[in-house]
């Protein structure tokens, strides 16, 4: 579901080259969330499969990368190359 909603999605401005980051990229959004803004306290899910039935999430309190189930609800944070 999070990986349809990152193709699917269009921003206000138009833009329709989003995406899932990374396990290195969620690292460099962890590491610089002061500076971006806007994140939760929560779990993000990256493009990182590890099964199936499984992918990667980050703590955005923490910094943990853990897999969860895919079935589970966690925040999705697209990003885009400009």
Known sequence: VAAKLAVEFRAATGQQDWFMPSLKEMNYLYQNRDKIGGFSVEEYWSSCET????????????????????????????????
Do not use: D, P
């Not at 853990?66 to 990003?79: G, P, Q």
């Open 51 to 82: 099964n199936e039935n499984a992918a990667c999430v980050m703590s955005f309190i923490t910094g943990e990368l853990t897999s969860r189930n895919k079935s589970e609800y966690h925040r999705v944070r697209l990003i885009r190359f400009f």
